[in-house]
């Protein structure tokens, strides 16, 4: 359907660049490799999920070795723009053997190193120090430079001193951050054999949680999900003015709630909704932009939130299912807010819906996908009765692949005869296309962890070494020399740090550093309610994704744009407002989180609607018609008065940006214009 979409509006498929991929495509035996390993690991990872869960080493060590392998394949040391040559394949087949070692020793010596715990042998420090190696390597090549020379950093960090080999960060640094240091054995022995390195808690959730999810949203996405929530956000809103745009940011929110990933979330509606956003009218800058942050509201969407649900349940102790439901309303607003931005620059630029003939209906669009919400309402069920969540993933996979099977044999025996008397295909046929299908969402799955994990296990070498060298009470002590005290200056010191750890980590991995840095302060020191503060940091780690110079949402939305990436990572970081005045409403209003007497949470959501709504309009200068100056700043002190944790303050400036705000709707009726509410 939405390719006729397409067609009509003179966009061919050929037009649509592909999204981008860093992998390289291997020679055929490197990718039967990668394919038997992707499917042993998603084996093992449905056994240990459904069937008979593993001793917390045994589970971590061998999924880590699985990833390392597959990593080692699918990226080679030459990089996507040079032929390897022998030299190259003899290097990745020794990170390849260096791989297994350092998955598998733990696994098969286990019994050995728990009853020589404290006297590790030479063997178990020097298979720690190629784990170390081999990670770090792994993490050059899949996630990037950046989080691997930060992981070095600290590793010297942890090194220096009189007992350490060389007298580098440590001793050089001032004040309460020098230290005494660590020789390598203590070392490997953090990172190596113990429960706060590699194989600590961020590690432990990636193998656990986040890959039987991350299989899920795989197996969805090769059995036709992601199109079919594509042509239902079309559906529904297509023929609103920027309706594309609109798609786009409602089939975001859908297909984040299932990948949890910004980039996968890019790709997948991109190609669709940005030559649309185009031929529409909006600018390719613009268009990209709009995708990029709305396809960043994936990783703060229930119920996957990337990893971050998982984590910031197992570091909270807060049930997964709890985290779930009071992450709607905020993903809600942070939506609302990208909505409003498409919709303003829609009534700007006087643009127009796509027409009802280019536009499938919302009941064909359910009649051919309604099997699709079957899983995501297994999922929401099984949750609801307090399962584990591995549990419930590894029940929510299967839930899947029993509807693709019922759905493709009720389609294969009402499949007509052709106009040329052709049969429906043979059993066998269609068999062997469900069991290529099966294995080619084995293969996503595993390349769609790759990231994850092994950004994880560098957290964990971040989180290890700052337990060892006590950097995070440091880190607590500094925050509150710099902020004064004042939770206001406290949380900007935290915005910009985690701006500048995103422009070397992932998303995942900034969270796991900023939540042992800042957490404890922001917790005990500001009295911060811990749930919040660990919402707070998750969705301030989210900006690296959108704000230059390092937006990787923003460049790869420009690649399908054909735009230029920073002038599109401007864009997205404007439209992505929401993830800095949303988490101010969480810690100036913390009843829309942790709940209290009805008519406070329903006060504390009108507050946050309203002062959302208020700084998209002071920020576009424009709600249903121009805004005047004057009326702007005085709706951006109504949106901080709903920000205060002061009555009287909100109370005004929720009433004063009503009013204002309906000032303007008034004038833009009087001038008979398109009114922003009815869309």
Same mark, same amino acid.
């Given at each position: 359907?939405?390719?006729?979409?397409?067609?009509?509006?003179?966009?061919?498929?050929? $037009?649509?660049?592909?999204?981008?991929?860093?992998? @390289?495509?291997?020679?055929?035996?490197?990718?039967?490799?990668? !394919?038997?390993?992707?499917?042993?690991?998603?084996?093992?990872?449905?056994?240990?999920?459904?069937?008979?869960?593993?001793?917390?080493?045994?589970?971590?060590?061998?999924?880590?070795?699985?990833?390392?392998?597959?990593?080692?394949?699918?990226?080679?040391?030459?990089?996507?723009?040079?032929?390897?040559?022998?030299?190259?394949?003899? #290097?990745?087949?020794?990170?390849?053997?260096?791989?297994?070692?350092?998955?598998?020793?733990?696994?098969?010596?286990?019994?050995?190193? #728990?009853?020589?715990?404290?006297?590790?042998?030479?063997?178990?420090?020097?298979?720690?120090?190629?784990?170390?190696?081999?990670?770090?390597?792994?993490?050059?090549?899949?996630? +990037?430079?950046?989080?691997? !020379? #930060?992981?070095?950093?600290?590793?010297?960090?942890?090194?220096?001193?009189?007992?350490?080999?060389?007298?580098?960060?440590?001793?050089?640094?001032?004040? !309460?951050?020098?230290?005494?240091?660590?020789?390598? $054995?203590?070392?490997?022995?953090?990172?190596?054999?113990?429960?706060?390195?590699?194989?600590?808690?961020?590690? +432990?959730?990636?193998?656990?949680?986040?890959? !039987?999810? @991350?299989?899920?949203?795989?197996?969805? %996405?090769?059995?036709?999900?992601?199109?079919?929530?594509? %042509?239902?956000?079309?559906?529904?809103?297509?023929?609103?003015?920027?309706?594309?745009?609109?798609?786009?940011?409602?089939?975001?929110?859908?297909?984040?709630?299932?990948?949890?990933?910004?980039?996968?979330?890019?790709?997948?509606?991109?190609?669709?909704?940005?030559?649309?956003?185009?031929?529409?009218?909006?600018?390719?800058? /613009?268009?990209g932009g709009i995708e990029a942050a709305a396809s960043t509201g994936g990783q703060i969407t229930p119920p996957l939130m990337g990893?971050?649900? &998982?984590?910031?349940? %197992?570091?909270?102790?807060?049930?997964?299912?709890?985290?779930?439901?009071?992450?709607?309303?905020?993903?809600?607003?942070?939506?609302?807010? @990208?909505? =409003?931005?498409?919709?303003?620059?829609?009534?700007?630029q006087n643009m127009k819906g796509m027409s009802a003939s280019e536009l499938p209906s919302v009941r064909e669009v359910m009649k051919?996908?309604?099997?699709?919400?079957?899983?995501?309402?297994?999922?929401?069920?099984?949750?609801?009765?307090?399962?584990?969540?591995?549990?419930?993933?590894?029940?929510?996979?299967?839930?899947?692949?029993?509807?693709?099977?019922?759905?493709?044999?009720?389609?294969?025996?009402?499949?007509?005869?052709?106009?040329?008397?052709?049969?429906?295909?043979?059993?066998?046929?269609?068999?062997?296309?469900?069991?290529?299908?099966?294995?080619?969402?084995?293969?996503?799955?595993?390349?769609?962890?790759?990231?994850?994990?092994?950004?994880?296990?560098?957290?964990?070498?971040?989180?290890?070494?700052?337990?060892?060298?006590?950097?995070?009470?440091?880190?607590?002590?500094?925050? =509150?020399? &710099?902020?004064?005290?004042?939770?206001?200056?406290?949380?900007?010191?935290?915005?910009?740090?985690?701006?500048?750890?995103? &422009?070397?980590?992932?998303?995942?991995?900034?969270?796991?550093?900023?939540?042992?840095?800042?957490?404890?302060?922001?917790? /005990?020191?500001?009295?911060?309610?811990?749930?919040?503060?660990?919402?707070?940091?998750?969705?301030?780690?989210?900006?690296?994704?959108?704000t230059p110079p390092v937006a990787l949402a923003g460049f790869a939305a420009a690649a399908i744009a054909r735009s230029g990436p920073? %002038?599109?990572?401007?864009?997205?970081?404007?439209?992505?407002?929401? =993830?800095?005045?949303?988490?101010?409403?969480?810690?100036?209003?913390?009843?829309?989180?942790?709940?209290?007497?009805?008519?406070?949470?329903?006060?504390?959501?009108?507050?946050?609607?309203?002062?959302?709504?208020?700084?998209?309009?002071?920020?576009?200068?424009?709600?249903?018609?121009?805004?005047?100056?004057?009326?702007?700043?005085?709706?951006?002190?109504?949106?901080? +008065?709903?920000?205060?944790?002061?009555?009287?303050?909100?109370?005004?400036?929720?009433?004063?940006?009503?009013?204002?705000?309906?000032?303007?709707?008034?004038?833009?009726?009087?001038?008979?214009?398109?009114?922003?509410?009815?869309?």
């Amino acid at each position: 359907m939405l390719r006729s979409i397409f067609r009509q509006k003179g966009v061919l498929a050929a $037009d649509i660049p592909p999204p981008a991929n860093t992998a @390289v495509e291997r020679p055929w035996p490197i990718r039967l490799a990668v !394919i038997i390993l992707s499917v042993a690991l998603v084996l093992f990872q449905l056994y240990t999920a459904g069937i008979n869960p593993l001793g917390l080493f045994y589970q971590r060590s061998i999924h880590l070795g699985f990833i390392l392998m597959i990593a080692f394949l699918v990226f080679p040391v030459t990089g996507s723009n040079r032929k390897q040559g022998p030299i190259g394949a003899l #290097i990745d087949t020794v990170f390849f053997a260096l791989a297994v070692i350092s998955g598998f020793y733990i696994a098969f010596f286990l019994n050995d190193i #728990i009853d020589r715990a404290g006297f590790w042998s030479s063997t178990d420090v020097t298979v720690g120090v190629i784990a170390v190696i081999t990670l770090l390597e792994a993490s050059r090549r899949v996630v +990037g430079k950046g989080i691997t !020379i #930060i992981g070095i950093v600290f590793i010297i960090y942890a090194m220096a001193g009189s007992n350490g080999p060389l007298p580098w960060l440590g001793d050089l640094m001032p004040g !309460i951050l020098n230290h005494r240091g660590y020789p390598i $054995d203590r070392l490997a022995a953090q990172l190596y054999l113990g429960q706060e390195g590699i194989f600590g808690l961020p590690l +432990g959730v990636a193998a656990t949680y986040v890959f !039987i999810f @991350v299989l899920f949203g795989a197996v969805l %996405e090769v059995t036709g999900a992601g199109h079919f929530f594509i %042509e239902l956000a079309y559906a529904a809103t297509g023929r609103r003015r920027g309706g594309p745009a609109k798609a786009a940011v409602v089939a975001s929110t859908a297909m984040g709630s299932i990948s949890g990933s910004t980039i996968a979330n890019v790709v997948t509606t991109g190609p669709f909704t940005i030559p649309l956003m185009k031929r529409l009218g909006y600018k390719p800058a /613009q268009a990209g932009g709009i995708e990029a942050a709305a396809s960043t509201g994936g990783q703060i969407t229930p119920p996957l939130m990337g990893a971050g649900a &998982f984590l910031i349940a %197992e570091y909270t102790g807060v049930p997964y299912l709890h985290i779930v439901l009071v992450s709607i309303f905020p993903a809600f607003l942070y939506f609302l807010t @990208v909505y =409003l931005f498409v919709h303003i620059i829609a009534i700007k630029q006087n643009m127009k819906g796509m027409s009802a003939s280019e536009l499938p209906s919302v009941r064909e669009v359910m009649k051919n996908g309604w099997h699709f919400m079957v899983p995501l309402a297994v999922l929401m069920y099984l949750l609801v009765l307090g399962i584990s969540p591995m549990r419930v993933g590894f029940w929510a996979v299967v839930s899947v692949l029993i509807v693709a099977v019922l759905k493709g044999s009720y389609d294969w025996l009402r499949f007509a005869p052709r106009a040329d008397g052709t049969a429906r295909p043979p059993i066998v046929e269609a068999l062997k296309l469900g069991g290529l299908k099966l294995v080619e969402a084995c293969e996503v799955g595993a390349r769609n962890a790759l990231t994850v994990t092994i950004a994880c296990a560098i957290g964990g070498i971040i989180v290890g070494i700052i337990g060892l060298t006590g950097l995070g009470l440091k880190f607590t002590s500094m925050m =509150l020399a &710099f902020s004064g005290g004042h939770v206001l200056l406290a949380l900007l010191l935290v915005l910009v740090a985690s701006l500048i750890l995103g &422009f070397g980590l992932p998303v995942t991995a900034a969270y796991i550093v900023l939540i042992i840095l800042v957490g404890p302060a922001l917790n /005990q020191e500001f009295g911060i309610p811990l749930l919040i503060v660990h919402l707070v940091v998750f969705w301030y780690s989210q900006d690296s994704n959108v704000t230059p110079p390092v937006a990787l949402a923003g460049f790869a939305a420009a690649a399908i744009a054909r735009s230029g990436p920073m %002038e599109t990572s401007v864009q997205a970081w404007k439209f992505a407002k929401g =993830l800095y005045i949303i988490p101010m409403f969480m810690v100036f209003n913390p009843e829309i989180i942790l709940g209290g007497p009805l008519l406070v949470v329903l006060w504390n959501g009108a507050l946050a609607l309203v002062g959302t709504v208020a700084f998209v309009a002071v920020l576009e200068g424009f709600f249903q018609t121009r805004m005047h100056i004057i009326l702007r700043i005085l709706l951006c002190l109504g949106g901080i +008065g709903c920000l205060s944790p002061y009555p009287v303050a909100e109370i005004v400036g929720f009433l004063g940006s009503i009013a204002i705000l309906g000032h303007n709707a008034w004038m833009a009726r009087r001038d008979d214009r398109a009114g922003l509410l009815t869309a």
